[in-house]
């Protein structure tokens, strides 16, 4: 064989060996197994938790009646039925009452306490906001301790302290959470008197001289016919006598009450805490005694408004579940007023969506925001909402009558943040691709087969999701890009979250 030939021939072997290698890498890929690609929409989110803010405030009823029933109630006719019209001063139901008039005074004293108990934890809180940081002087000796004083044995409550029974020296007594005020009681504190005033104190582990933790006032009167009324009244505690100051020690100056910036955080905290909670009890027990006191007056409950009998249910499950028997719709619903401080005024528009729980049952729901004051309220920072030296302007959110709520009760309010105008979302940072600077993931093109694909990035969120803001939408479809089968060209198919994470 001449030297030509035998080059012509090393030539086609090596052409026909590529050929073959090329063929078989074809068929290779032709056979591979498809790759698995999510919908978007299942791993990102339209607003990051961070960039909402919440709100609180109190539920009020618009032309919307809920009936509920009491445990002293037994009830005897419904008169209405489920989507039935009705009009305002329409019998709805009647009922059996076990009510006597010594219950209704003990929850209008209930409520009387509880005013009391809210005005003055809002001083309170109103002082605490009033404290700087406490900045530690020189040290200097510390006088010697004084002993404390000894409250005495813990006694039986109630126990009659002192005092005379009159407005200048009333009787003293030592009450508890236990203690009731029933006729008997009230008899006794009357004694052979037609008025007779009284200070009810709560001390420390029930002993005489023990630390007040909270009083309150009243007078007890009867008239000819055995008829027992009561009122409150102001009384302010006597002062104990001043003992002779001692002479401070020359380099020592008593700077008073002082707290670091960490104390008065946590007294805020605590404090608006507690006012939320009180605010929360007398609101639901101004309902409760507004309840018995029509219960007490007629056995008859009426309809407030022209409208729809939305519910009826019977009377076990609504007193087990303390859901209303009956629910007459006027065509109006829910409203709860929050407020938001002029530094996060920008996220709340009219028009949008909020989110609404409820502190008593657990619920969510949605609400809309109707309407959002141009002048500030400074009834906000009550519930802690952050900065004292701000204005809070208040909101109005409207919610369907068909939510689970109740007039006076207690929500919070979640402002999510608003969805960007550029349609930008947040994905989970796993499925994005870094290389060179720039940002891509692998998507199913229309032809159904996987494309590696730039996206215009925004923030980083917590290391956990990336902020897209162009180059994919939430209806796309991508793959894993960190797996090795992840390649343009590769053929797809679309799986759940369970074939993702193994479940």
Known sequence: ??????????????????????????????????????????????????????SYGNVRADRMQDVYVSDTQKVTEIFVQEGQQVKAGDRLLSYDSTLTEIALARKQIEVQRLELQLKQAREELAEINTYKPYTPPAPA??????????????????????????????????????CVFTQDFILKVLGTEQTAYAVFQQRQDNTPEGEILSSWAIVFSID???????????????????????????????????????EIAQMKA??????????????????????????????TVYAEYDGVVTAVSDEETARSESSPIIRVAGGGGYFVTGSVSELELEKVQVGQTVFINSWESGGFYEGVITEVSEYPT?????????????????????????????????????????QEETGGFYLENAFVLSEGGKSYVFVRGE???????????GKRVDGYYCQVLGGLTQEDYIAFPYSKEAQDGAKTTEAGLDVLYGY
């Open 270 to 299: 605590e404090k608006q805490t507690q006012i939320r909670d009180l605010d929360l009890s007398y609101r639901m027990a101004q309902v409760e005694y507004k309840k018995q006191l029509a219960e007490f007056n007629d056995g």
């Open 1 to 54: 064989m001449s030297k030509t030939k035998r080059i012509i021939a090393i030539v086609l072997a090596v052409v026909l060996a590529f050929g073959v290698l090329l063929t078989v890498l074809l068929i290779m890929k032709m056979n591979r197994d498809p790759v698995n690609v999510f919908a978007v929409s299942d791993l990102s989110m339209t607003s990051y938790w961070g960039d909402s803010s919440e």
């Open 378 to 418: 400074s009834s906000g920072y009550y519930y802690g909402m952050g900065n004292s030296n701000v204005s809070y302007y208040p909101f109005t959110v409207q919610i369907s009558g068909d939510a689970a709520l109740r007039e006076g009760e207690g929500v919070s309010i979640e402002l999510a943040a608003q």
């Open 447 to 457: 032809d159904g087969l996987l494309e590696k694909r730039e996206i215009l990035a």
């Open 224 to 262: 000819a016919e055995n008829r027992i009324s009561f009122a409150m009244f102001e009384y302010t505690e006597p002062e104990e006598p001043e003992e002779p100051a001692e002479p401070e020690p020359p380099a020592y100056v008593d700077p008073g009450p002082q707290y670091t910036a960490t």
């Open 141 to 178: 000796p510390e006088p010697e301790p004084e002993p404390e004083p000894d409250p005495g044995e813990p006694v039986e409550v109630p126990y009659l302290k002192g005092g005379a029974g009159t407005a200048q020296d009333p009787y003293i007594w030592l009450w508890d959470s236990t």
